[in-house]
């Protein structure tokens, strides 16, 4: 088709064999949207297209992604509010008539239907970071590491260490939204993890202003790309650790021993493993 329809927060551009969505940047655009900046969705990952009355004088153009094609849509397992919808275009209601004319050209190019075998549509980039409640996540597109907050982090966060779980470690990721109660980021490991997200070492935990939607879920989303693609994964070596962070880590955990959270022991074989990052 080769032409654009542009709508409120995003333009839609009609190629032969895809849809270049390109969102808006700016106050009134939702974070998400303006996170993503574009994307190309291939029209073999659309099931359908749908056209509906929206609020306030507006119509509402939708694809209807397939099952399984989209790592983020996958992450996000039903939890973005209609306003962060990436596949919702909405516009006023006096172009119904021409965004009607392009939702019968798009239905009429679409071939598949039913699950995708794998994803379609491109994964957000690594390297990708988020600030959790507990502690920053990051990702560089074979490791993901968490390093816990003194502020935040549990005491079993803190005995457990700073955590790194390479790809191959990994079967899934648990995205909880940062928008409800005990939203959280849990990797998901083969033997299991404990209920409480707080508790986990493989989870970090959301907050207010933590962890927020356009940087936890992009994260997620490519996190779970890169485990249902995976392949051999090098080893990476890490940067030596600051030492005055190493210092303040120290300083925590001895609190937590003299609170009897952590046994003479466990502080002994900590305390050893920070200074050995030195």
Same mark, same amino acid.
């Given at each position: 088709m080769g032409d654009v329809l542009a709508g409120f927060h995003a333009a839609w551009e009609f190629e032969s064999d895809s849809v270049l969505i390109r969102y808006e940047r700016g106050m009134r655009t939702p974070r998400l949207l303006s996170a993503l900046g574009e994307r190309r969705i291939p029209l073999t990952a659309l099931s359908g297209v749908t056209l509906t009355p929206g609020r306030r004088g507006t119509v509402v153009l939708r694809a209807e992604p397939r099952a399984g094609a989209d790592p983020l849509?996958?992450?996000a397992a039903g939890q973005l509010k209609d306003g962060s919808d990436p596949y919702r275009l909405v516009l006023p209601a006096e172009r119904e008539v021409l965004a009607e004319y392009y939702a019968d050209e798009l239905r009429s190019r679409l071939t598949e239907s039913g699950p995708a075998e794998r994803f379609l549509v491109p994964p957000p980039e690594a390297p990708l970071s988020f600030k959790a409640y507990d502690g920053k996540a990051s990702f560089d597109g074979r490791t993901v590491r968490f390093r816990w907050f003194w502020t935040g982090a549990s005491s079993a966060k803190w005995k457990a260490g700073d955590q790194s779980f390479a790809v191959s470690e990994l079967s899934g990721v /648990?995205?909880?939204?940062?928008?409800?109660?005990?939203?959280h980021l849990r990797l998901v490991r083969g033997q299991g993890s404990p209920a409480q997200a707080d508790q986990d070492p493989g989870t970090v935990v959301f907050g207010l202003g933590y962890g927020?939607?356009?940087e936890s879920l992009p994260f997620a989303a490519a996190v779970l790309a890169a485990v249902r693609t995976r392949g051999p994964v090098a080893s990476v070596t890490g940067p030596r650790r600051d030492p005055s962070d190493i210092a303040e880590r120290i300083r925590h955990l001895g609190e937590l021993h003299q609170a009897g959270l952590v046994t003479d022991d /466990?502080?002994?074989a900590k305390k050893a493993e920070l200074l050995s990052e030195l």
């Open positions: 849509i996958e992450a /648990e995205w909880r939204s940062p928008e409800v109660f005990e939203g927020p939607v356009h /466990e502080f002994s």
